[in-house]
């Protein structure tokens, strides 16, 4: 007999590693159907089980097969890591079309030890509410968090290079079983890995220069520029910018027209950058076309917990380091779409003023949010650890598997921002 309550998920690419394979295992020990499709050989040897559908096909009949899929096979709940991936956002639609519960797994609003999984999208396409007083409301009933009280997920790099190049060496071998499929990334897997290797000979001079740059600075009157990475989703489509150099280029102008002249700027680069940009000569170029050469500062590798400790605020288009920032009580400026981009949790007013009154976040109200965002969006783990994948499969499970509560639908966190500004520019 079968139980009214099973559910059947599919699967489409996951973060690099074991992870949605482990939990399609356990969401089945719990009697539901499990089902994945391959759209390149990475996906395949990240997924080793039954289940799997490979799709080589070309991108413009992908909407047609994914349909054709999901009502053959019943799917009911579709999981997707990143809701931004060309075949990511049309399955995301056409999903949406069949009443399919939506699930998108990307990496945690809060770092580390979390991962989101939130309902119908992530970041930019939230439906989280803008209104600060909604998640006052929403708190009330929530408990207060633990705040150090549990230990540390353990992770290592070398385990995120590993996942990260069994994927990426088994897309290219595989390359002639799925001859239409294109990377969602900017630059091949091996431009990348030929950049990372040369940035790791390198790291311990740029360590030196790093550590000679922050005893310039560390005591003087600063602010932060974290670096994204120009692949990244939330850069290409949740910002106006489009690429981190146009971004990079908006900051350094602002901060030589109107931040006050006793302090600086600390561009400090991402710690996954592959070193394929130059992001030091850069930033030195900006600094001295617009007169701050002597005030802004670039740091390849230090502790970006410490940059922030000190500064008067950070300057980012929508990092998780504004979260980090935020926890520290630190003012932050937000230039794109991002989920913690609520009225007083972030700095309401244009980034031209917020050099010379950054606007602190209000804590008891970021309290709030975090309870909330910890609540429906947030499971704890880690992807680079046994330990951390075991609690990540154990919490999403609980999540994915409860009945959804009624919820009145709500426009996606970009529409509203959108329209926002759009009436702001009418007035």
Same mark, same amino acid.
């Not at 890591?81 to 797994?105: F, Q, T």
């Given at each position: 007999?079968?139980?009214?309550?099973?559910?059947?998920?599919?699967?489409?690419?996951?973060?690099?590693?074991?992870?949605?394979?482990?939990?399609?295992?356990?969401?089945?020990?719990?009697?539901?159907?499990?089902?994945?499709?391959?759209?390149?050989?990475?996906?395949?040897?990240?997924?080793?089980?039954?289940?799997?559908?490979?799709?080589?096909?070309?991108?413009?009949? @992908?909407?047609?097969?994914?349909?054709?899929?999901?009502?053959? =096979?019943?799917?009911?709940?579709?999981?997707?890591?990143?809701?931004?991936?060309?075949?990511?956002?049309?399955?995301?639609?056409?999903?949406?079309?069949?009443?399919?519960?939506?699930?998108?797994?990307?990496?945690?609003?809060?770092?580390?030890?979390?991962?989101?999984?939130?309902?119908?999208?992530?970041?930019?396409?939230?439906?989280?509410?803008?209104?600060?007083?909604?998640?006052?409301?929403?708190?009330?009933?929530?408990?207060?968090?633990?705040?150090?009280?549990?230990?540390?997920?353990?992770?290592?790099?070398?385990?995120?290079?590993?996942?990260?190049?069994?994927?990426?060496?088994?897309?290219?071998?595989?390359?002639?079983?799925?001859?239409?499929?294109?990377?969602?990334?900017?630059?091949?897997?091996?431009?990348?890995?030929?950049?990372?290797?040369?940035?790791?000979?390198?790291? =311990?001079?740029?360590?030196?220069?790093?550590?000679?740059? @922050?005893?310039?600075?560390?005591?003087?009157?600063?602010?932060?520029?974290?670096?994204?990475?120009?692949?990244?989703?939330?850069?290409?489509?949740?910002?106006?910018?489009?690429?981190?150099?146009?971004?990079?280029?908006?900051?350094?102008?602002?901060?030589?027209?109107?931040?006050?002249?006793?302090?600086?700027?600390?561009?400090?680069?991402?710690?996954?950058?592959?070193?394929?940009?130059? @992001?030091?000569?850069?930033?030195?170029?900006?600094?001295?076309?617009?007169?701050?050469?002597?005030?802004?500062?670039?740091?390849?590798? @230090?502790?970006?917990?410490?940059?922030?400790?000190?500064?008067?605020?950070?300057?980012?288009?929508?990092?998780?380091?504004?979260?980090?920032?935020?926890?520290?009580?630190?003012?932050?400026?937000?230039?794109?779409?991002?989920?913690?981009?609520?009225?007083?949790?972030?700095?309401?007013?244009?980034?031209?003023?917020?050099?010379?009154?950054?606007?602190?976040?209000?804590?008891?109200?970021?309290?709030?949010?975090?309870?909330?965002?910890?609540?429906?969006?947030?499971?704890?783990?880690?992807?680079?650890?046994?330990?951390?994948?075991?609690?990540?499969?154990?919490?999403?499970?609980?999540?994915?598997?409860?009945?959804?509560?009624?919820?009145?639908?709500?426009?996606?966190?970009?529409?509203?921002?959108?329209?926002?500004?759009?009436?702001?520019?009418?007035?």
């Amino acid at each position: 007999m079968v139980d009214a309550d099973a559910k059947t998920f599919l699967f489409l690419q996951g973060p690099h590693g074991p992870y949605f394979a482990m939990l399609a295992e356990a969401l089945q020990a719990k009697g539901h159907r499990a089902l994945r499709i391959n759209i390149n050989g990475g996906d395949k040897v990240d997924w080793p089980g039954e289940g799997a559908t490979d799709y080589r096909g070309t991108f413009r009949n @992908w909407p047609l097969f994914f349909d054709d899929y999901i009502v053959n =096979h019943g799917v009911t709940d579709l999981i997707l890591y990143g809701d931004c991936r060309p075949y990511h956002a049309s399955a995301h639609k056409m999903a949406r079309l069949r009443s399919l519960r939506v699930h998108v797994v990307e990496e945690g609003y809060i770092r580390p030890d979390f991962l989101t999984l939130q309902e119908e999208g992530v970041n930019g396409n939230s439906t989280l509410p803008l209104d600060p007083d909604w998640y006052l409301e929403q708190a009330k009933a929530l408990p207060p968090e633990e705040n150090g009280r549990e230990p540390q997920i353990p992770s290592t790099f070398r385990q995120r290079a590993f996942n990260t190049g069994r994927n990426g060496m088994a897309s290219a071998l595989m390359r002639p079983a799925f001859p239409f499929y294109r990377t969602h990334r900017p630059n091949s897997f091996l431009l990348e890995t030929v950049a990372w290797f040369k940035k790791l000979n390198l790291r =311990h001079a740029e360590r030196r220069k790093s550590r000679a740059e @922050w005893e310039r600075v560390k005591d003087r009157r600063y602010f932060t520029l974290p670096l994204q990475l120009d692949s990244d989703y939330q850069i290409r489509v949740h910002s106006p910018f489009g690429t981190m150099r146009a971004a990079l280029r908006f900051v350094i102008k602002s901060f030589a027209s109107h931040a006050p002249v006793n302090t600086a700027l600390v561009v400090k680069r991402h710690p996954l950058d592959p070193g394929l940009v130059a @992001w030091g000569r850069l930033t030195r170029r900006l600094a001295a076309r617009y007169g701050v050469g002597d005030r802004v500062h670039y740091l390849a590798d @230090w502790d970006i917990a410490e940059v922030v400790g000190k500064s008067l605020g950070v300057v980012t288009v929508n990092s998780t380091v504004g979260t980090l920032a935020l926890n520290a009580g630190k003012p932050v400026v937000v230039l794109g779409h991002a989920v913690y981009k609520v009225p007083g949790v972030v700095h309401k007013r244009s980034l031209d003023e917020f050099w010379s009154a950054p606007g602190a976040p209000d804590m008891a109200l970021y309290s709030a949010f975090r309870r909330v965002l910890i609540d429906r969006c947030l499971i704890r783990g880690g992807l680079l650890s046994e330990q951390g994948l075991a609690m990540l499969v154990e919490n999403a499970v609980e999540r994915l598997t409860r009945r959804p509560p009624v919820r009145a639908p709500v426009q996606r966190r970009a529409q509203v921002h959108d329209l926002h500004s759009a009436r702001t520019a009418a007035r």
